[in-house]
């Protein structure tokens, strides 16, 4: 089992920064990747950022060039450095875990944690 907890979520004005932390504990020498996903009101959960154990790094188009995802593997910590926030990036971002068991996809998801970008 993985238990990831979120925070650095809130309200922040269009062209405004956040930075996003996902804490891992639990079974996390199993996990093979981690991302962020978000899912705004109506609309399905959607992929933001995902980063390997090796570092590399795949983003959505839509934050290209806005949003940088990284890991502090001695934290046990991803985070999402959001800049540029506009309106439509306004939605519940979750913390994914990626882990293989016998040649099987396994998800764990935080409680997720809210992003409103309003002026």
């Known amino acids: 089992q993985v238990q990831l907890v979120e925070s650095g979520g809130g309200l922040v004005q269009p062209g405004g920064s956040l930075r996003l932390s996902c804490a891992a504990s639990?079974?996390?020498?199993?996990?093979?990747?981690m991302g962020w996903y978000r899912q705004a009101p109506g609309n399905q959960r959607e992929l933001v950022a995902t980063?390997?154990?090796?570092?590399?790094?795949n983003y959505t188009d839509s934050v290209k060039g806005r949003f940088t995802i990284s890991r502090d593997n001695a934290k046990n910590t991803v985070y999402l450095q959001m800049n540029s926030l506009k309106p439509e990036d306004t939605a519940v971002y979750y913390c994914?875990?990626?882990?293989?068991?016998?040649?099987?996809?396994?998800?764990?998801w935080g409680q997720g944690t809210r992003v409103t970008v309003s002026s």
């Open positions: 994914n875990a990626r882990r293989v068991i016998l040649n099987i996809p396994v998800d764990s």
């Open positions: 639990g079974s996390i020498l199993s996990i093979r990747a």
């Open positions: 980063i390997t154990n090796g570092g590399s790094t």
